[in-house]
Structures are given as structure tokens and as C-alpha cells.
């Protein structure tokens, strides 16, 4: 498993834009597939965003696509998720995963950044 570290979130209007970043604590940051996970009160945990380990492949929930981009800055060991036009229903804490590329699964979580949308 990978340590990881997020930071960004915050209060934002709605419209506003933030970008949350995940700090990945590994040599072999380009082994994993990174995601970005969400999970509003009451709700469960959803997929948000994940990207492959040179960049070139992302995936996005239908809700966010046209308005998020994930990115990697392997140099770095970090990835990035900006949220642009933020809407009330983006309010939950945020998570970064990585994902071993031979692996089937999400399998090292960070602690979670909380971003609310203010209306």
C-alpha cells in the first residue's frame, strides 16, 4: 500500500473552483493508477475521477464530466483534481486512491479533504 496525503478542499460558492491535490509517499508512483473518490453525508462512497499512470487515459462519473480534470505530475508523485463550476451536490469529503496497476482494486486511501459548496 502507498501513503497518501490531500490538501485543497474548502468552503467555495457555488460556481467557484478548487483544486485538490494527493501526495503519493512511494518510489514507484508510476506503477499505480490514481483516483479521486467522494462520499457526501449520508451517502455512500462514489467514483469520481481516475487517471492512468502516464496521463494519457482518464475517467470521469457522468456528474462531473465537462467541469473536473484530473491530472498526474509524476516528477512530483502527486495528482491533481480540479473542480471547476461547483455545484451544492459536490459537498463531501474527498479522497484519493491509488491502484496498483496489475491490482483489480482501489487499495490505499488518503485521509480525506471535506469540500462544501455553498449555494
Known amino acids: 500500500q502507498v501513503q497518501l496525503v490531500e490538501s485543497g478542499g474548502g468552503l467555495v460558492q457555488a460556481g467557484g473552483s478548487l483544486r485538490l491535490s494527493c501526495t503519493a509517499a512511494?518510489?514507484?508512483?508510476?506503477?499505480?493508477?490514481m483516483g479521486w473518490f467522494r462520499q457526501a453525508p449520508g451517502k455512500e462512497r462514489e467514483f469520481v475521477a481516475d487517471?492512468?499512470?502516464?496521463?494519457?487515459?482518464?475517467h470521469y462519473v457522468d456528474s462531473v464530466k465537462g467541469r473536473f480534470t484530473i491530472s498526474r505530475d509524476n516528477a512530483k508523485n502527486t495528482v491533481y483534481l480540479q473542480m471547476n463550476s461547483l455545484k451544492p451536490e459536490d459537498t463531501a469529503v474527498y479522497y484519493c486512491?491509488?491502484?496498483?496497476?496489475?491490482?483489480?482494486?482501489?487499495?490505499?486511501w488518503g485521509q480525506g479533504t471535506q469540500v462544501i459548496v455553498s449555494s
Open positions: 486512491a491509488a491502484r496498483y496497476a496489475l491490482a483489480d482494486r482501489f487499495d490505499s
Open positions: 512511494t518510489r514507484t508512483f508510476t506503477n499505480y493508477v
Open positions: 487517471i492512468n499512470w502516464s496521463g494519457t487515459t482518464t
